[in-house]
């Protein structure tokens, strides 16, 4: 790999360990979110696959959204940083 290549698979990301602590699937995420989402694309940002900025906030505002139909509440919303490494 050269020097001007990105890295794209960052490992495991943080999101993958509060979704298995709450129970959520890739669907469960899919479902909760209001803007265009793939379950491919839940799965790429569980594993670590390199997302835009834009689908690491649509991951956020999703996640938020799917503990709150669990009827949970957040003592602070989750930031991009507490789900990706990167």
Do not use: C
């Amino acid at each position: 790999m050269g020097q001007d290549e990105i890295e794209r698979n960052m490992g495991v990301q943080p999101l993958d360990g509060i979704m298995a602590e709450h129970a959520l699937g890739n669907h469960d995420l899919v479902a909760a979110s209001q803007e265009p989402m793939t379950h491919k694309a839940v799965q790429r940002a569980r594993k670590g696959r390199r997302l835009t900025k834009h689908m690491q906030q649509r991951m956020v505002t999703a996640l938020t959204q799917a503990v709150t139909l669990q009827g949970k509440t957040l003592d602070q919303p989750w930031a991009v940083s507490d789900l990706f490494t990167y």
